[in-house]
């Protein structure tokens, strides 16, 4: 009598065993990425990688005009500067305020950079009765929602390219399921995407789940639409 | 065994992935620790060798230092990292003409008459490496559904193509390893 499945040698495959890769190996390997993404310079998905060769052009002749543009650019602005008009009698700037931030600030440099909530101003977004802002200093920047009260939550923090501002083109809060749902849309230009910050207690958090579902929506209808059906 | 990831551990790789995507150095780092025997596992898949896999398991985790952010979570990110994965393992193959030795070892095995018992005993490396032995596009539709135990639709995902040309795959694939056991 046949046995139809003894003919199927797929289907009597055994599992292989799998080998444990070696510790050290794994933690080499680990180390190796790290670094290396460290010196990444931060790309939103889907951009385009615009550095220097992209801003002076593709050609010698280009980049030379670019780059004589650019440094009178920098001239210009080291001039017309605050500073730089400022007479020589003027008094210095007061410090800032130091208290126990400033030195407990001071205690970790070199360990970890400073929170940037202490380093600059909030850019307030408004988006009807939803009150955020963002940070941008240097190569970081960090998306902020505003209670009630005034008090700030930094929802993502992350890293960006020097010259490159994060910035939030829309928001809106949704009920979903029970919970409200905190959708804000901000990129740098045209690279922008929808993040989705489910509240929990008293904060929202990011959900990497209705992130997934509503990252490309074209505006906030279709982001609501999206968790609808979700 | 199951394969694919719990719902929440997948939600927690792709919290993962937008915050490295952001720059976030402790994310990326937790994201490679965590898919670090995932990735090792397909290689070996594919390799049928430690060291070999090892080595993929390294350029995969360069590469996704370098390139996390052509990740456009069109797809899950497990499903991309299987791809990735399986392209650089292929490419080693290929590199390191490891696909010719392994095509006489299987070719060795199929000359070898055996009836069932004994194919029942035969060590589960050399069916495996009759398995990679096979052409790329029926290798990996085999190690995908049943070794990764994947369903046909996910491989399809993977392999960049339609659900039918994984069938396809897997039945010339049983006819080739029928005749190889």
């Known amino acids: 009598m046949s046995r139809p499945v003894s003919h199927d040698s797929l289907s009597r495959l055994p599992q292989e065993p799998i ?22 310079p931060v790309q939103m998905p ?16 280009e980049a030379i005009l670019g780059a004589g543009f ?33 030195t407990d600030m001071v205690s970790r440099q070199g360990l970890r950079p400073a929170d940037l909530d202490m380093i600059t101003d909030l850019e307030p977004a408004r988006f009807g ?9 240097d190569d970081r920047f960090a998306i902020y929602h505003v209670d009630e009260q005034g008090l700030e939550q930094q929802l993502v923090e992350g890293r960006k390219s020097v010259n490159e501002r994060v910035g939030i083109s829309n ?16 990129g740098v230009g045209g690279l922008q995407r929808w993040e989705a910050f489910i509240e929990v207690g008293p904060r929202f958090e990011l959900s990497a789940a209705l992130s997934h579902q509503i990252w490309d929506a074209t505006d906030s209808a279709e982001v609501e639409k999206r968790l609808r059906t979700s | 065994m199951l394969r694919q990831e719990a719902p929440a551990e997948s939600q927690d790789v792709e919290g993962l992935v937008i915050r490295a995507q952001r720059g976030d150095q402790q994310a990326f780092s ?22 070999d896999a090892e080595d993929v398991t390294q350029t995969v985790c360069l590469r996704l230092a370098t390139s996390l952010s052509s990740f456009d979570h069109r797809a899950s990110f497990t499903s991309w990292l299987y791809r990735v994965t399986m392209n650089i393992a292929r490419d080693f193959l290929r590199s390191q003409m490891r696909r010719r030795k392994l095509v006489d070892g299987a070719a060795g095995v199929a000359s070898e008459h055996v009836d069932a018992e004994q194919d029942a005993q035969r060590p589960v490396q050399d069916i495996w490496n009759a398995v990679r032995s096979l052409p790329e596009k029926q290798r990996d539709a085999v190690i995908l ?6 369903s046909q639709e996910e491989a399809a995902r993977i392999m960049s193509c339609k659900k039918v040309t994984v069938a396809w795959h897997l039945h010339n694939a049983r006819k080739a390893l029928r005749d190889l056991l």
């Not at chain 1, 933690?27 to 790290?34: G, L």
């Not at chain 1, 009765?129 to 200093?137: I, T």
């Open chain 1, 19 to 40: 080998p444990e890769p070696s510790f050290g190996r794994m933690q080499e390997t680990i180390a190796a990425a790290q670094q290396l993404f460290a010196r990444q």
């Open chain 1, 129 to 137: 009765d939803l009150r955020l802002g963002v940070r941008n200093v």
């Open chain 1, 46 to 61: 889907g951009s385009q990688v615009v550095g220097r060769r992209a801003f002076f052009g593709r050609t010698w002749m």
């Open chain 1, 171 to 186: 928001a809106v809060l949704i009920h979903w399921n029970g919970q409200d749902v905190l959708a804000i849309r901000s």
């Open chain 2, 30 to 51: 937790r994201l490679i620790a965590s898919q670090y025997h995932f990735i090792f596992r397909v290689a070996f898949r594919v390799l049928g060798h430690k060291s």
């Open chain 2, 145 to 150: 559904v049943h070794g990764e135990e994947l």
């Open chain 1, 70 to 102: 650019f440094s009178t650019a920098c001239v210009l602005a080291f001039v017309l500067s605050p500073a730089f008009m400022l007479s020589p009698s003027a008094p210095a700037p007061e410090p800032a305020q130091t208290g126990p931030i400033r």
